[in-house]
């Protein structure tokens, strides 16, 4: 989910109209919606509707990465909520993880998220699981020499 203005309501012509709505942040969304499948989670936001949520007592975080959407230049970061009646004691552990990732400090990132998968159990954790085959792939390939740690999903 993305939040911001947008435009709702019924766009067209007479001989066609439809009930929509349009803007950035709409697209912003549509892209978050097909990257919570690719990375394992049930939800996806970005960094400003977690700002807006800051405060609330009933939703906790997980800083899941950063994105550059199809269209887009610039990473945004994105994250996953949860109730803070689940138990999110591993998220510490998953953000750990996720620093070491990024600082290219892989054989620590994999450790760590290896940790926290078994830390799930049964439950398992998508976004370590999409983090261990990125890495299995780093470690098959190399590293490139243009490679950043955002995510970068196409079409």
Same mark, same amino acid.
């Given at each position: 989910?993305?939040?911001?203005?947008?435009?709702?309501?019924?766009f067209?012509?007479?001989?066609?109209?439809?009930?929509?709505?349009?803007? *950035?942040?709409?697209?912003?969304?549509?892209?978050?919606?097909?990257?919570s499948?690719?990375?394992?989670?049930?939800?996806?936001?970005?960094? !400003?509707?977690?700002?807006?949520?800051?405060?609330?007592? *009933?939703?906790?975080?997980r800083?899941?990465?950063a994105?550059?959407?199809?269209?887009?230049?610039?990473?945004?970061?994105? !994250?996953?909520?949860? *109730?803070r009646?689940d138990?999110? *004691?591993?998220? +510490?552990?998953?953000?750990?993880?996720?620093?070491?990732?990024?600082?290219?400090d892989?054989?620590?990132?994999?450790?760590?998220?290896?940790?926290?998968?078994?830390d799930?159990?049964?439950?398992?954790?998508?976004?370590?699981?999409?983090?261990?085959?990125?890495?299995?792939?780093?470690?098959?390939?190399?590293?490139?020499?243009?490679?950043?740690?955002?995510? +970068?999903?196409?079409?």
């Amino acid at each position: 989910a993305s939040a911001d203005d947008v435009l709702i309501g019924t766009f067209g012509t007479s001989n066609r109209l439809s009930y929509t709505a349009l803007g *950035d942040r709409v697209n912003l969304a549509a892209r978050l919606e097909a990257a919570s499948g690719k990375v394992g989670t049930s939800n996806l936001f970005c960094d !400003h509707t977690r700002e807006l949520c800051e405060g609330r007592e *009933d939703v906790l975080w997980r800083r899941v990465g950063a994105l550059v959407a199809a269209g887009k230049s610039e990473a945004v970061p994105i !994250h996953e909520a949860f *109730d803070r009646d689940d138990p999110t *004691d591993w998220i +510490a552990d998953f953000e750990a993880s996720l620093a070491l990732y990024e600082a290219k400090d892989f054989a620590g990132a994999r450790e760590g998220f290896e940790g926290v998968k078994a830390d799930r159990g049964e439950l398992g954790d998508g976004p370590s699981e999409f983090y261990l085959a990125m890495l299995d792939d780093i470690a098959t390939r190399g590293v490139p020499a243009d490679w950043t740690p955002v995510l +970068a999903l196409k079409k």
